[in-house]
């Protein structure tokens, strides 16, 4: 086959997202940049890596919310690079056997498998998975002019209204009763009779 006829790896790759409706450009030789109004950046960037079969290369998605997927592949080397709004890129490396392909449904779907290579902590890049970025020629696992978002807005923590404390006004004392003295009896006092009021005893004259 002449030079100028070489078939291009990332052909069926390019032409099958762009019949989807998406947007493929080629940034380096061998890494597609993938951008449309997709949800899920990583299937579509493992897609990729599928159609391309056994050849290595590298291909960005980035989907409708600014989230973006590197997957770098370099048989049997598979590397995922997923950042979603702010929370730090996490990484994945997979060594997958000569009859899997990297769109295999147990990647697609995300979660973990016998071929992951754990890290301590997890989601932290392998010298082997940057390896594989080197030799595609990818300095950076961000995408090409990607702007990241904003950091969250600081909530404004507002204090409670302080409730009012009603004060209630000290009661004025009850004025003192005044009791009226008891009369005073007068007894003689010969019998204890009671004395009328002239002063004689009835009784002892």
Known sequence: MAPDQIEDPLADATDALRTEGYTVQRPLDAVLLVEGKFLNPERIALRAAGEAGDAAMGAWAISRENDWTLVAWSRPDLVTITQRGTAPARWRHRRIPPAMRPDAQTF????ASPHDIVTTPKH???????EVLTQLGIESPEPPGWVPPPPPPVPVV???????VRVRAPRAPKPAVVRKPEPVTNVCP????AIPATGICDNCG
């Open 158 to 164: 507002t204090a409670p209204p302080v409730k009012a």
């Open 124 to 130: 932290r890049p392998t010298d082997a998975a940057r």
């Open 190 to 193: 010969r019998c204890f009779m």
């Open 108 to 111: 697609l779907e995300g979660g």
